[in-house]
């Protein structure tokens, strides 16, 4: 597929995956849930390898940083995106979640020394501004809105928790691991902490048969994880962090536009403004031509 092709995919399937999250929430325990979507990802790839006869076998060396990889970009950064979106619309949720483009160039200048420009510098500050803006109404209800609060809070610490995975598979990616083969032990092991997640907080391993719950699931298990992850990695491959983050400006926009037809969420001048003021932001920073 083309780098355009990729991009389009990516952004379709992740901005409508805030939404389906929603038909996961509920009587099972969010560690449940994210456990349940990646291992039927993580056994749909390791049934896609053992038809190609692809190699599984790795030094352990190489295991724990793909461990690495799993449990934060495909389990502790997920049950905090469940519990955010427990307390908040899930389109509130993908603008907070467009921060991690920008956070990722923060954490690879840290990490790996990759440079950053005043461009960068100022991209960064614009996103994160227009987040701000697009939640300020959303602000002014944390004094008596504990739920607000709440949304935010795991909200943020999804971003954060993203931003980590990215870079451990920037890592893997220089190590050469596998796409096919490296996202299906990083997603068996996701999906394992999320077990160990749920066992540890007295959660019940619970799972709903009904028709919203398994096709939710199955949607994002399929599209959400594997399609869409696939597609980003590549991406991230081919471009680079920055390049590649271009995908998270055009999610939330697509997400909101979801959230407001199935949702009931009402669009107001600041989320105009944000939006326009985030994605001004992410312009900046793409028109960086270095990896980053």
Do not use: K
Not at 114 to 133: E, N, R
Not at 176 to 188: D, E, H, K, S, Y
Not at 196 to 218: D, E, K, M, V, W
């Amino acid at each position: 597929m083309t780098n355009l092709q990729l991009f389009v995919a990516c952004v379709a399937i992740w901005g409508s995956t805030w939404l389906a999250i929603t038909f996961q929430l509920g009587s099972v325990a969010p560690e449940a849930s994210v456990a349940w979507r990646f291992l039927l990802a993580s056994l749909t790839l390791f049934a896609y390898c053992a038809a190609r006869r692809l190699p599984l076998r790795y030094p352990a060396r190489e295991h724990a940083w793909i461990a690495l990889q799993g449990v934060l970009m495909f389990s502790a950064s997920y049950i905090a995106v469940y519990y955010a979106e427990e307390n908040v619309v899930s389109g509130l949720v993908a603008v907070g979640y467009s921060a991690s483009p920008l956070l990722g160039m923060v954490g690879m200048r840290l990490v790996f020394r990759t440079p950053m420009t005043q461009a960068v510098a100022f991209g960064s500050i614009l996103g994160i501004a227009g987040i701000v803006l697009v939640f300020w109404p959303e602000f002014a209800h944390l004094r008596g809105d504990r739920r607000t609060a709440l949304g935010a809070l795991f909200t943020a610490l999804a971003v954060v928790l993203s931003t980590l995975g990215s870079i451990a598979a920037h890592r893997n990616q220089q190590a050469r691991v596998p796409l096919w083969q490296g996202m299906a032990w990083a997603m068996l092991y996701g999906s394992l902490f999320s077990l160990a997640c749920a066992l540890a907080a007295g959660r019940a391993i619970g799972f709903q048969t009904t028709f919203s719950y398994l096709a939710s699931l199955a949607y994002l298990a399929m599209f959400g994880s594997i399609v869409a992850f696939a597609g980003y990695l590549t991406l991230l491959g081919r471009l680079g962090v920055a390049r590649a983050g271009y995908v998270g400006v055009m999610v939330p926009i697509v997400a909101l536009a979801v959230s407001a037809l199935f949702e009931g969420f009402r669009w107001h001048a600041l989320t105009g403004v944000g939006i326009a003021v985030s994605v001004a932001g992410n312009v900046v920073v793409l028109r960086e031509r270095s990896r980053t």
